[in-house]
């Protein structure tokens, strides 16, 4: 399911909304590869420099698969105390070449999280690619034209500013706004 939503969100960045396809096949097989890859060890065993190992750690699934090789490896016997959460940190006992630890794919995963949220929970305004490049274009104020609608609208505005939740309402969208951008001459 990762590699899904890390191929719609490479499309995005393509202009051919129909890219989506070839970037999740592109990434399942890049995936696949990185699998196989992963089996013989690299990057994380003591023959490869730091380097490899957090550039490899960059693709999300590298680091679950590790996560997960690291808990098959501690409970593959029955005599594995396995990992629990005091000993996140160290390395299981039959691991001989120890470069991670549950502990740093948890730390990978907060540096994550923090990104994502943009950048220490600032709220990010809608724009260019990753709401850090480009502008973002002024939203008009538009006054529906429909009594009915500016009635609900005038309504739900009231409902927000007093912090009533009506319960018959199960989703509702705020601030939705047509944007049309400038056409190039």
């Known amino acids: 399911m990762d590699l ?13 909304s129909s890219s989506s396809t070839t970037a999740s096949f592109s990434i399942f097989m890049l995936r696949f590869v990185a699998q196989i890859v992963m089996i013989i060890g690299f990057p994380y065993n003591d023959n490869f420099a730091d380097f ?22 501690a409970t593959s016997t029955a005599q594995d105390q396995g990992i629990s959460w005091s000993r996140r940190a160290e390395c299981a006992l039959n691991d001989l070449e120890c470069v991670i630890t549950i502990s740093h794919i948890f730390l990978w995963f ?22 850090c490049i480009g502008y973002a274009p ?38 939705l706004v047509k944007n049309i951008p400038e056409q190039q001459i």
């Open 4 to 16: 899904v939503g890390f191929a719609l969100m490479l499309s995005s960045f393509i202009t051919k």
């Open 52 to 73: 490899y190992r957090i550039i490899w750690s960059l693709f999300p699934p590298n680091l679950l698969a590790r996560a997960l090789r690291l808990l098959a490896d």
């Open 110 to 131: 907060f540096v994550s999280i923090y990104f994502d949220n943009g950048r220490g929970a600032k709220k990010v305004e809608e724009g260019g690619i990753c709401s």
């Open 138 to 175: 002024s939203l008009e104020d538009i006054t529906p034209d429909d009594e009915h609608v500016l009635q609900e609208e005038i309504i739900i505005k009231e409902q927000r500013n007093e912090g009533v939740a009506d319960p018959n309402i199960v989703v509702q969208t705020c601030g």
